[in-house]
């Protein structure tokens, strides 16, 4: 569509950009930004939460950007590392979704901040510590502007040190979340102690965090729990964190009522929330309630809407496919890779009818649920008040750096009471 750019757009499109968005995509009308002014944006609200949107699809992305051109609202798009990573099941990745959210805004004439996320890079092991030290830096010459370093399966004192050795690999200019407890559900559920032992370690060696992610009760994929967010716990540790002014990023939100979200925007620090199944199973045509979780028959199988999302031909396709391979449930994730190019295949309105599903979800979430609609122009604000790319960060260092020497780091970790929960794949 046409687009006519007011100035003031123009000129937060000139210095809002970080420098590797502008050095990709120098004659573009997309207004990237770092994580860190959607973050600001969402504070400066108060009681307002951006969403995340999980791209699994490109379908996802389009939808998710016109729901928040509607909504005026600032938005990030993100995957994670298992989904868009080296071993990608998704055709959207870390090195190719940023190309995707500025073709698909300067396409569509979207005027709204966005920030591009690589969600949940996960760091099990010794030999991942390395291989991130290469890695990384191709994230953000591929148009990363905000990134999660997940060390959260390693023990406290190593989640700690690893978010430190790597942080130097990290643009000064970048949204950065952390993570303590891997999102298991009602197990392994993170504690005050964990989370501040994490931010204040980062804080004696000046690292500040724009957000912390926790294990507050929920899950991911679809299942759902009577449980799900712990919202006194996530309120008790933002309370504890406050001198530290890091926010909170909820993940694993499928599961939960949209009852319990609006919790979560009002009783909490939270400005960023991730949302990934929904919008996968949204795109193509599956029955979900209010909050996007999917409903499945009384065999335990995803019941397909006629004449939403894909064609009833295609649906067909995708679950002998599920069948051949042996995926249920959370695993139709898996069908995202084999079957991107066969649904930008099917007929314009069926693509577009698809990505209709998207936004409708997506604007719903922002307006009623996140409380984010117009905070676009709280972002392109402050882009013109600072002059420049990136806000600053929100905290100064108020521990002493000599308390968290290696060694004194192990001591204060031996000491924290810390239950890991159970082992599994909870990696998305």
Not at 89 to 107: G, L, Q, R, T
Request: net charge negative; aromatic share 8%; with cysteine.
């Amino acid at each position: 569509m046409s687009q006519a750019y007011s100035p003031r757009f123009e000129r937060a499109v000139e210095i809002g950009r970080p420098p590797n968005i502008v050095s990709l995509f120098p004659n573009s009308k997309a207004l990237i930004v770092s994580g860190r002014h959607i973050d600001r944006a969402m504070l400066k609200k108060g009681k307002a939460i951006a969403m995340a949107a999980n791209a699994r699809n490109s379908f996802i992305i389009r939808g998710a950007l016109m729901a928040a051109q509607r909504a005026n609202s600032a938005i990030i798009i993100e995957i994670a590392k298992s989904e868009g990573g080296r071993n990608a099941y998704c055709a959207i990745n870390y090195w190719n979704m940023a190309k995707y959210v500025d073709a698909f805004c300067n396409e569509l004439g979207i005027t709204i901040p966005v920030a591009i996320h690589a969600d949940h890079y996960g760091l099990k092991n010794n030999d991942d510590i390395l291989a991130a030290k290469t890695e990384i830096p191709t994230l953000f010459d591929a148009g990363i502007t905000s990134i999660a370093i997940d060390a959260s399966h390693l023990p406290n004192d190593r989640n700690l040190l690893t978010n430190i050795e790597l942080y130097p690999l990290i643009p000064n200019w970048a949204g950065l979340e952390t993570e303590v407890g891997e999102i298991k559900g009602k197990l392994g559920l993170s504690t005050k102690e964990e989370a501040l032992f994490q931010i204040q370690g980062l804080n004696a060696h000046e690292i500040f965090p724009d957000w912390i992610a926790l294990n507050n009760g929920t899950t991911h994929g679809i299942e759902e729990s009577a449980q799900g967010i712990r919202v006194d716990l996530t309120a008790e540790i933002h309370r504890a964190l406050e001198p530290y002014r890091v926010s909170g990023a909820q993940h694993g939100t499928s599961g939960n009522s949209s009852e319990r979200l609006r919790q979560i925007a009002s009783k909490t620090r939270t400005t960023k929330a991730n949302v990934a199944t929904a919008l996968q199973m949204i795109s193509w045509g599956l029955q979900v309630n209010d909050y996007g979780n999917a409903i499945l028959d009384d065999s335990g199988n995803f019941i397909k809407i006629k004449d939403e999302g894909v064609t009833e031909e295609m649906w067909a396709e995708m679950v002998a496919y599920a069948d051949s391979k042996g995926l249920k449930g959370g695993d139709y994730k898996k069908l995202n890779l084999p079957f991107e190019n066969k649904l930008n295949a099917l007929p314009k309105e069926i693509r577009q009818r698809m990505v209709k599903r998207v936004e409708t979800f997506v604007y719903g979430m922002l307006v009623d649920v996140f409380n984010s609609a117009d905070t676009a122009p709280l972002v392109i604000e402050a882009i013109h008040e600072t002059g420049s790319y990136d806000p600053g960060p929100k905290a100064t260092r108020i521990e002493e750096p000599a308390e968290w020497t290696p060694e004194k780091i192990s001591e204060k970790a031996a000491l924290l009471e810390s239950e890991k929960g159970p082992a599994g794949d909870f990696d998305d």
